[in-house]
């Protein structure tokens, strides 16, 4: 008794804790997948598009390891979507058992009545039984008695014929959830045979590659070269942008302090109460937020981390952030941005609100730097710009076009700081 009391609160505490660290429901799970399968179907496309009449390069190999990586997170997905199914079948299971145990019991019940019924089913036990009353009011409850009983036993019927039905909807519910993990089961398997395919295709790429890599070796200082040239270029304009922030502040800050010494102390106190409520007072003081307005461009900024529109539609990344060797050979990258393909010609657009700082020419490509408080993105190659220094942008404003690579892919590099520190805009831009 003693251990089926622990097996039962065991699993008590088994459905808790899986209700409790698995919130997602199968229609979550299930949406979520097709868009990773259809992020799949769109790096396939890109992979296909690159590879036509090209030698193995880089940008492939990173659409085949992204592939990889989305590959691996549709099998993550349906180890969840196994985990929602298992825990429901566990719940139709136990409510089973519970509708089977009251059902056997209402049954017993029923038979008791009909036993006694049996019993006394003579016009004569029923009335010997009414007129044995002590009093009339006692024949009256008895009466009474009788009628209850009778709609007891019809309740009875009932509750027998409610219980028979939600337990055979709850079986039929559990036949179907049994297939349904059946589908799961045989998607897996089936995703889990694509990843093998998916990693002999890297492996063999690899090997390709490594055939390849003094043409890369300097393919990729060429590329590292233009790149510095990015590099110099922004960590100039943030530098810039900083000295006139320091300068403005120091003008700003003599402008009122000749304001105060020609004005009365009560008008002094005034200044000083409305500058306290600005957002700059709850903030670290950081001279690029030297307005109100600027400082709340900034909070928006950074409030929308993770959450940032793509700066194109079609967004393939072909190159991550940061320093990364490229498995299987020597080559080392170093980006400080993303390189992302997408369809030559398509627009290009801010992804935040902001001020564009300067519109200018690196390595014969057309770039723009926006200034979004303290914070900083630039958007590389592109083939035309429709904005100027100085134009005010909207979050998802057309800025310019995205121009072709060297292999006539379309493609942009895309750059955001913090001040003057690179960071990785993959952390800043929405999940695909």
Avoid at 49 to 73: C, N, P, T, V
Avoid at 168 to 178: A, G, R, W, Y
Avoid at 198 to 213: A, G
Avoid at 256 to 263: E, L
Wanted: charged share 30%; net charge positive.
């Amino acid at each position: 008794m003693m251990k089926t009391l622990k097996s039962i609160l065991f699993l008590a505490i088994f459905t808790i804790a899986s209700v409790s660290s698995f919130s997602q429901t199968r229609e979550e799970l299930e949406k979520r997948r097709k868009e990773i399968q259809q992020e799949i179907q769109e790096l396939q496309k890109a992979q296909s598009e690159i590879s036509k009449d090209k030698k193995a390069g880089l940008s492939q190999l990173k659409l085949i390891e992204r592939k990889l990586k989305s590959r691996y997170a549709v099998i993550d997905n349906l180890n969840d979507e196994m985990r929602v199914i298992d825990n429901t079948i566990f719940n139709d299971n136990r409510e089973i058992y519970r509708l089977q145990r009251e059902l056997d019991t209402l049954k017993k019940q029923y038979a008791r009545t009909i036993e006694y019924a049996y019993k006394n089913r003579s016009s004569y036990d029923m009335m010997n039984f009414i007129f044995s009353a002590t009093s009339f009011n006692d024949a009256v409850r008895r009466v009474s008695y009788l009628k209850t009983y009778r709609q007891y036993r019809d309740e009875q019927v009932g509750n027998i014929n409610r219980t028979q039905k939600e337990l055979s909807v709850k079986i039929n519910t559990l036949t179907q959830d049994k297939k349904e993990k059946g589908k799961v089961l045989v998607e897996q398997n089936k995703q889990k045979e694509i990843l093998e395919s998916e990693k002999k295709e890297k492996n063999q790429f690899v090997v390709k590659l490594k055939s390849r890599e003094k043409e890369i070796e300097k393919e990729m200082a060429a590329k590292r070269k233009v790149e510095r040239g990015l590099q110099t270029s922004i960590a100039a304009i943030v530098r810039r942008e900083i000295e006139a922030a320091r300068k403005k502040a120091e003008e700003d800050a003599k402008k009122a302090a000749a304001s105060v010494a020609t004005s009365k102390p009560v008008e002094s106190k005034s200044v000083v109460s409305t500058s306290s409520t600005t957002p700059a007072a709850t903030r670290k003081v950081n001279v690029l937020e030297n307005t109100p307005e600027v400082t709340r461009v900034s909070v928006g900024f950074e409030n929308n981390r993770g959450n940032l529109p793509w700066p194109v539609d079609r967004a393939t990344v072909t190159a991550g952030f940061g320093r990364q060797k490229i498995e299987g050979t020597s080559i080392i990258e170093d980006n400080i941005g993303l390189t992302i393909q997408t369809v030559s010609g398509s627009n290009v657009k801010a992804v935040f609100d902001g001020t564009v700082t300067t519109v200018y020419d690196v390595a014969g490509s057309q770039t723009v730097t926006i200034k979004h408080g303290k914070y900083f993105t630039t958007y590389y190659n592109l083939s035309s710009v429709n904005v100027s220094k100085g134009t005010a942008v909207k979050m998802g404003q057309a800025i310019g076009k995205a121009a072709q690579n060297d292999d006539g892919d379309g493609e942009i590099i895309f750059v955001v700081n913090v001040e003057s520190k690179f960071v990785n805009p993959e952390d800043w831009l929405k999940n695909r």
